[in-house]
């Protein structure tokens, strides 16, 4: 069984059911085999029937946004203690954890990190040094699912001429090893990974059933928005047709181009004036291969007609900041934004995968080439094992064809991990409910409002706002402190970035500091929500990312360089995984990061899967209201609660079939230099809901030991107390039996326990 079975059916069938946060949910387990059985003994045939479909009758679609989203401008107050309790049957059995690998780079032992170095100066990981020993390393983190970043076979500059891949032309690839984002063949995987580049989709498909060995789930990337700027599949299967190779360039636009031409049509559906393509300017510190001579390195690219560019430049010249490597596809929005598609029913926010899957198979001669070309893609890798999608710039794609495209994929695999980069909040119900993505990137409120809290310019109060905004998407919202996108906690700019009011600080681009300063909000991160966590390789032992390897630049570890990481390097101890070289700071720091994940799943703490009770605002005083804190000091109130610290609580409802319920009081203090004495409340409503007599009950710090606590309650409120060391947190525990909830003698033994 799985936890991303689907409830969409269940949670639609009434008004109050679509209130309740939709979660990933388990199969039932009779149904669950017979499923699953007959799902692999059809999947070659589907494929198959996929590759051989007519692509000259497809047609093209965009976006349809309609605006599903919650009042996000209602008070975290009002929406705090909003409580609408899941059914037992809606809650998961394993909160994901996803740990992203930038696969190049993870079993990279050389330390050299020349900039624009070759292979043969800094080396390459290979699917094969992520083994037996770095994959149960990577599982005792408390991991469910491994994010492979970098798999499909993307432009670089390296001589595979010998298997029969054309080269690639400097001047359109963004550093030495190239984008893992401009992708130039979806059906092969990167030659640079692989021992044996003949061999080289065996030993991916070998790294899967490795992965799968040790119950990890796999996920790569697909990038719709955009492709390499030469697409040339060597690999395709039979009936498979490479992007823009049925396309008629002398227009800007039609329906079944995959691409958009850089063509004056004056006339609508007429012939115009092409423009031939020419590489951006770039500064000296961006010229490709670092100013090193290369034969095809000669300021040229031949390409006639230009293309958009994967940004949406319409330039025959793009910027050097576009994204001048790739080049945009064409989902069937015309270039004056209008639609070529049909549309997708506002109603089917509420609609199951199923039935949206239904729907586009009413208007099969009406998808265009780019969806079904996409939609092969999607069942190639699943075939060969893969288990979920992780999606770059989401938004940039109509929200139909995540419709038909998810709806093809949950088809085929309905316990399908779909994420996606989605940036724009007013967006993010749209793709959860019409796009059906299983899970959105929560980076624009909750992950920056976590980066504010630690630099000292904003209050923990906004962190209740954000989750309140979320509330009836929460389980959706991935949260993270660190991607291949975001620089390093433990680079210096990070947080001088926001303390400056400077976007960039070149000289403190190369200075670690001690990255425990984000432990509370990585507490927070992990725990507030049912949705998924997601860990960066190399975050767990703190990665500075404090080298200049080239394209790339310090402070976010480089997506473009041949490069080793240096603390991720020390934990891999050539091999060993074991931290054999690892320091006594990044050692402390992986085994927090452990026992905090795997608390985090929820397998030994269910609580954490449960109903979510924000405790800010009834500890905060009254008159607070200030959230930009700005350079002003925090005045705690009479609970020692201040800007700096902020609580919750996670409990399992109670119902008549608990035997026994768990409940959690997360408490965090984020201030990195005074310890918090603090006298937290737990207000009548949440106390009345736990179902509490007054009396004394024992509290457990799960996750830093802390001294024993327990909760008092007199008259129905509870009030714990506790003192917290700078950047300290904790998991208060409260386990009851139901006869401890009904009996006074139970809670009389409880007392007596307390007093002794």
């Known amino acids: 069984m799985s936890f991303l079975s689907s409830i969409h059916s269940r949670v639609t069938q009434s008004q109050q059911a679509a209130k309740f946060p939709i979660v990933a949910l388990l199969t039932k387990a009779a149904k669950a085999p017979q499923r699953r059985q007959s799902r692999h003994s059809s999947l070659s045939l589907c494929v198959q029937s996929l590759f051989n479909a007519s692509l000259s009758s497809a047609a093209l679609l965009t976006a349809s946004l309609f605006c599903l989203s919650a009042n996000a401008n209602a ?93 690639d032309d400097p001047d359109v690839v963004k550093g030495r090893a190239g984008s893992p984002y401009a992708v130039k063949d979806y059906y092969n995987v990167n030659p640079d990974l692989a021992v044996n580049p003949a061999n080289r989709l065996a030993e991916f498909e070998a790294l899967i059933a490795r992965t799968h060995q040790h119950g990890l789930k796999v996920i790569i990337d697909i990038v719709p928005n955009h492709v ?120 089917f926010a509420t609609f199951t995968e199923a039935q949206h899957y239904a729907f586009w198979q009413q208007h099969l001669a009406e998808i265009p080439s780019s969806w079904i070309k996409f939609n092969q893609i999607a069942q190639y890798w699943l075939a060969k094992g893969v288990d979920g999608f992780r999606y770059d710039m989401a938004e940039m794609v109509p929200v139909e064809f995540w419709s038909y495209l998810n709806s093809q994929i949950k088809h085929t695999n309905p316990d399908a991990f779909i994420l996606a980069e989605v940036y724009n909040p007013k967006l993010y119900r749209d793709y959860i409910q019409l796009g059906k993505m299983d899970y959105l990137y929560d980076k624009v409120d909750l ?17 209740a706002a954000d989750q309140a905004k979320v509330h009836d998407i929460e389980s959706h919202m991935l949260h993270f402190l660190e991607n291949h996108d975001e620089q390093r906690i433990g680079n210096a ?60 630049h310090a402070s976010r570890t480089s997506i473009f360089d041949y490069v080793g990481v240096p603390a991720h390097q020390r934990w891999m101890n050539n091999g060993k995984f074991d931290g054999g070289q690892s320091t006594a700071l990044e050692t402390s720091l992986r085994a927090y990061y452990q026992k905090l994940l795997n608390l985090s799943t929820g397998q030994t703490a269910p609580a954490l899967l449960g109903q979510y009770y924000s405790l800010d605002a009834a500890n905060r005083s009254k008159n607070d209201t200030t959230q930009n804190i700005g350079t002003q000091k925090s005045t705690a109130n009479e609970t020692g609660y201040d800007d700096s610290t902020f609580a919750f609580a996670r409990f399992e409802v109670i119902s008549s079939t608990s035997k026994q319920t768990q409940k959690f009081i997360v408490v965090s203090n984020f201030c990195q230099t005074e310890s918090k004495a603090l006298q937290l409340k737990l207000p009548k409503e949440l106390i009345r809901q736990w179902q509490l007599k007054d009396g004394v009950y024992p509290l457990k710090d799960l996750l830093e030991d802390h001294q024993t606590s327990q909760l008092q309650l007199e008259q129905g409120v509870g009030k714990i107390a506790l003192t917290l060391a700078p950047l300290s947190s904790a998991i208060l525990s409260l386990t009851l039996v139901a006869d401890e909830r009904k009996s006074e003698s139970a809670n009389k033994s409880l007392n007596e326990q307390a007093a002794e």
């Not at 609508?268 to 095809?296: C, D, I, N, W, Y």
Request: hydrophobic fraction near 35%; aromatic fraction near 10%.
């Open 75 to 167: 008070s975290a107050q009002a929406l705090d203690n909003e409580l609408q309790p899941k059914s037992e049957s809606e809650v998961m059995t394993l909160k994901p954890v996803v740990y992203q690998i930038f696969t190049r780079l993870y079993g990279n032992k050389n330390p050299t990190n020349k900039p624009w170095g070759t292979i043969a100066d800094n080396g390459v990981g290979k699917f094969n040094d992520i083994d037996d020993v770095a994959l149960n390393s990577i599982k005792d983190l408390g991991v469910t699912h491994v994010w492979y970043t970098g798999v499909p076979h993307h432009a670089l500059i390296g001589d595979y001429s010998e298997i029969g891949v054309s080269a």
């Open 493 to 552: 700019v990070f947080l001088a970035s926001l303390q400056t009011n400077k976007p960039t600080n070149s000289s403190l681009e190369t200075q670690a500091v001690n990255p425990h300063y984000a432990l509370p909000a990585m507490v927070v991160s992990a725990t507030i929500g049912t949705s998924p966590t997601l860990v960066y390789f190399g975050q767990e032992v703190g990665e500075a990312a404090i080298d200049n390897p080239g394209f790339g």
């Open 447 to 463: 992950y920056d409002t976590l980066k504010a809290v630690m630099a000292g310019k904003t209050s923990t109060a906004n962190i």
């Open 228 to 347: 390499a700027r030469h697409y040339q599949s060597v690999s395709k299967p039979q009936g498979v047709r490479d992007f823009g190779e049925d396309d008629d360039n002398s227009l800007e636009y039609a329906k079944n181009n995959n691409f958009y031409y850089v063509v004056d049509n004056s006339v609508k559906g007429t012939k115009g004036q092409a423009h031939a393509f020419e590489v951006p300017s770039l500064p000296a510190e961006l010229k490709p291969l670092g100013g090193e001579t290369h034969p095809l390195s000669d300021g040229k690219f031949d390409e006639f007609p230009a293309k958009w560019t994967g940004n949406g430049s319409r330039l025959a010249k793009p910027d050097a900041n576009d994204w001048y490597e790739t080049v945009k596809i064409n989902y069937g929005v015309r270039p004056d934004g209008t639609y070529d598609f049909p549309r997708l029913p506002a109603k």
